[in-house]
């Protein structure tokens, strides 16, 4: 059911919020948020997206998927604009002021993708769309959280950057898993879809920590990093208790 992508829009919807309420995020602040969701986000790609899009499609199709949505986020970012907006607002040497439409188109394939993914790692395995859902949702609160940033440093007022965050987040990761769940589709291209799905995972994981790392906070970002991922490791080792899902 598309009800299991509600959780991520209403994170999104939470970190708009409080965006929308405070006068300033510290750059350290979203950093570690953002490197924590990113480091979760790894942990589900690397873990269980892809021994479960292999076991559906086997190694080779659940490779090439996740190579196909690595290389699809990073033409968008290259010839459109940054495939997670809101994980560059982090970067303070991209000078982010305006929410501009190829920021938001960019935006609207990155969440669209986060929604697809949250329906389509659920559709035959229970636990790996639980996690993948987990991990979407510590995601979606640094990005709604930095996107309101960005349009409020835009020249939106408050209410309205609230307002455009929510909208956005929720049509677009809603239209994601909307598709997933009615598309019908064979094992073998669900667990190569499953796989794309993967690959950009790992794309905006890459793409939110990387400069992170190098510029601004190295020792805080590995730390948050590694702190998402072992929570989704023990929260996968709950799941897999007998009698959890």
């Not at 559906?56 to 659940?62: R, V, Y």
Request: with cysteine.
């Amino acid at each position: 059911m598309t009800t299991r992508v509600l959780p991520a829009i209403a994170a999104a919807a939470l970190g708009a919020l409080v965006a929308s309420l405070i006068d300033r995020v510290s750059h350290r602040a979203l950093c570690l948020l953002i490197s924590f969701a990113a480091g979760a986000l790894l942990s589900v790609a690397v873990f269980d997206m892809m021994p479960e899009a292999a076991q559906m499609a086997g190694w080779t199709a659940a490779a090439g998927g996740a190579m196909a949505g690595y290389f699809l986020f990073f033409l968008i970012s290259r010839f459109i604009f940054h495939v997670c907006p809101a994980c560059s607002a982090t970067h303070t040497e991209a000078n982010f002021k305006a929410l501009t439409w190829t920021m938001m188109i960019a935006l609207s394939i990155h969440s669209f993708m986060d929604g697809f993914a949250v329906c389509a790692g659920g559709a035959d395995a229970s636990r790996v769309g639980l996690l993948v859902l987990v991990a979407v949702v510590y995601h979606k609160l640094p990005e709604g959280l930095a996107l309101t940033l960005v349009a409020i440093a835009s020249g939106f007022g408050r209410p309205k950057a609230f307002l455009v965050t929510v909208a956005l987040e929720a049509v677009t990761t809603l239209a994601g898993g909307l598709v997933a769940m009615n598309v019908s589709l064979t094992p073998f291209w669900t667990g190569a879809a499953i796989g794309l799905a993967a690959g950009s995972f790992v794309y905006v994981v890459i793409h939110a920590l990387l400069s992170e790392f190098i510029k601004h906070h190295p020792r805080s970002t590995v730390l948050a990093a590694l702190a998402g991922a072992a929570a989704m490791i023990l929260t996968g080792f709950f799941l897999a208790q007998p009698g959890r899902v």
